[in-house]
């Protein structure tokens, strides 16, 4: 199993770039890195996938270093907004093509005014 | 907005009762997830469904069980709960059931034990 380790809490203000990296030392071939956010109450919301290198979207940006044992969530200029629990996680397989998603403790981000 | 919908978004039962939780899986999507988050567990996998199927098992216990109709839309079963029970579930799903693809998640029903 792929286990991932994480920062427990972050702490950054408005307008900051955050990053947020994930340690994943077992990382299968076969395996992606993909990152979840969630609020209070609210499921966990997809923000971004990728396999080696550097993945961008209009939200974040992923950083994966050649070795893919670990990862950087980076949030540009962050708002109040996006004070949330940030979740990094990577894919699995089990029996057949199933796929089960394991969930760590996360990282807490809390953004300051 | 995921496209996830489940109900009800609220529940309020006792010890020994069983409730059904239901998930409409967004438009298209042929996957569903089903998770528990409790204070003390985090996000925890339970089971999931593909196409009617069940595909994978988590820690899910026998008291609980799910199932996924022709319409794809799914329901778990939770029975002669316990106050440990008490969590939000949630339903997920995505578009087919091929690894590392992102699921979307609904808003969870919460689940209070009295």
Known sequence: LAKTTQPISMDSYEGQEVNITCSHNNIATNDYITWYQQFPSQGPRFIIQGYKTKVTNEVASLFIPADRKSSTLSLPRVSLSDTAVYYCLVGELHSGSARQLTFGSGTQLTVLP | ?114
């Not at chain 2, 109709?69 to 329901?75: A, G, N, Q, W």
């Open chain 2, 1 to 114: 907005d995921s496209g996830v919908t489940q109900t009800p978004k609220h529940l309020i039962t006792a010890t020994g009762q069983r409730v059904t939780l239901r998930c409409s899986p967004r438009s298209g999507d042929l996957s569903v997830y089903w998770y528990q988050q409790s204070l003390d567990q985090g996000l925890q996998f339970l089971i999931q469904y593909y196409n009617g199927e069940e595909r994978a098992k988590g820690n899910i216990l026998e008291r609980f069980s799910a199932q996924q109709f022709p319409d794809l839309h799914s329901e778990l079963n939770l029975s002669s709960l316990e106050l440990g029970d008490s969590a939000l579930y949630f339903c997920a799903s995505s578009e087919r059931d091929r690894p590392n693809q992102p699921q979307h998640f609904g808003d969870g029903t919460r689940l209070s034990i009295l």
